[in-house]
């Protein structure tokens, strides 16, 4: 498997957030390169990398981008930086480490698919990330890369860099674009997509920070170069985020099919705790859980999709064997019901349902057939709600309960957490690093 770093290769570097740093690294060569190519060339390019949105979904980025009506100007770029599933650290350090190959990446697509006008819809909690990437867009500008005529190009080009308020639900796409409107950030109905009616009615194209990120590397070397580091519809490496019980947690870039099992023993060095692994979330808290010994699986899309979860948004949170799974489950019920925006009603009052049952349960206030109508109210929501904060929150109840029953029977069994009153590790250690993951 290749170590190709795309996304990494010069983060640790000193001044590496500075465009003379970047330039130095030949930063901007793909631009330039872009700009003599045809427009249909470059996204071409993509559709032949396999890149595959790294926002969650994992949609086939060129294809995403074909389906922008051909008559219709203007046409928008709306960049997710929101990135605020718990477990998910990645886009931060992109912005912090590599501003310019992000900006980058947002000038190629631009020009490919003629758009003039771009916002970066950062999360709100994110104000050093903000900072970097306005001070990397005023150098930018200063050199003549983007603004009015693209590095001298007959092409002006245009970014805004636009801060949340702090709702996850801001980063689901349509309500990214109510907020960037001034509204309220309730989701909007689809079809029609954002690709045909988007911002202010206009087709847009949103990707996630990571996403766009590639996009100079796809231009430099090709896309069939980037689809080889992958493997079948998916290419490229990707960023996963490894936190709670390991030994290194951290950001690791690797091969997208890289293998879980072999990312958490070998290069994270296995529970800090030196216990068995219990459980993982492999993709961010909405992500279905996997026991300890399911997790000998690719991390690709599709090859984890067929063992019961996906790998979303990179993020990976790891639990040792001490951990009270009715716990954890209790602090991500917290996290849906409290970030529900409201519009839908199964969403609005079955996630707070969702929470009560899950902390009674936890301080051994449940009752025979507790877990079952936990399951029965998360399978009443999922599927239900118009946008898929309805999902994200029903899935971690769906897998929970049916992967760790036992956690919850004995709860309500013995009237009590047998893990100890708010356990989630063998020491204060591991409990700070689990709920530290889910705060990320
Ligand atoms: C509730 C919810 C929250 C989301 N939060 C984010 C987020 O923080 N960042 C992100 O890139 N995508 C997020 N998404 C996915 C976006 O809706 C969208 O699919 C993504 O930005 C598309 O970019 P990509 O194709 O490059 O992945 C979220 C989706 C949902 C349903």
């Not at 599933?85 to 980058?104: A, C, Q, S, V, W």
């Not at 766009?212 to 796809?218: D, R």
């Amino acid at each position: 498997m290749s170590d190709v770093k795309v996304l990494t290769a010069r983060w640790g570097k000193k001044d590496s957030h500075t465009l003379a740093s970047y330039k130095a690294d030949g930063g901007y060569g793909a631009l330039e390169k872009a700009l003599s190519m045809p427009q249909p060339g470059i996204v071409e390019e993509v559709k032949i990398s396999n890149l595959r949105g790294r926002g969650g979904a994992g949609f086939a980025t060129g294809l995403k981008w074909t389906f922008l009506p051909k008559d219709i100007r203007p046409r928008y770029l709306c960049v997710n930086a929101d990135e605020s599933e718990p477990g998910t650290f990645k886009d931060r350090y992109i912005i912090e480490n590599d501003p310019h190959m992000l900006l980058e990446g947002i000038a190629i697509t631009c020009y490919a698919l003629d758009i003039h006008l771009a916002y970066i819809y950062i999360r709100g909690e994110f104000p050093k990330q903000a900072a970097a990437l306005e001070q990397a867009l005023a150098e930018a500008r200063e050199a003549g890369i983007i603004g009015k005529k693209l590095m001298g190009k007959d092409f002006d080009l245009e970014v805004h860099v636009h801060r949340g308020a702090g709702a996850y639900i801001c980063g689901e796409e349509s309500a990214l674009m109510e907020s960037l409107e001034g509204k309220k950030g309730y989701p909007r109905l689809k079809p029609p997509f954002p690709a045909v009616v988007g911002l202010w009615g206009k087709p847009t194209i949103i990707n996630n920070v990571e996403t766009l990120a590639n996009v100079p590397w796809i231009v430099k070397h090709g896309g069939a170069a980037f689809a080889a580091l992958g493997t079948g519809k998916s290419g490229g490496t990707r960023l996963f985020g490894v936190s709670g019980n390991v030994k290194r947690p951290g950001i690791y870039e690797k091969p997208v099919h890289y293998n879980l099992k072999k990312l958490i023993m070998e290069d994270c060095g296995g529970t800090a705790s030196g216990r068995p692994v219990k459980a993982v979330i492999p993709g961010g808290s909405s992500s279905p859980v996997l026991r300890g010994d399911e997790i000998d699986v690719s991390l690709e899309f599709d090859a984890i999709k067929a063992a019961g979860t996906m790998s979303g948004s990179g993020g990976v949170i790891v639990m040792d064997d001490s951990v009270c799974m009715v716990r954890v489950l209790s602090r991500v019920t917290k996290f849906y019901a409290e970030e529900s925006c409201g519009q839908c009603t199964p969403c609005r009052e079955g996630t707070p349902w969702m929470e009560s049952l899950c902390e009674k349960i936890e301080h051994g206030h449940g009752v025979p057939g507790d877990a079952d109508k936990l399951l029965d109210m998360a399978n009443h929501i999922g599927g239900f709600t118009i946008c898929a904060l309805g999902d994200a929150a029903s899935m971690p109840v769906q897998s929970f309960v049916k992967k760790f029953k036992d956690d919850f029977e004995r709860h309500i069994a013995e009237h009590r957490c047998p893990f100890g009153e708010g356990a989630w590790g063998v020491s204060q250690d591991s409990r700070e690093a689990v709920i530290g993951g889910m705060r990320a």
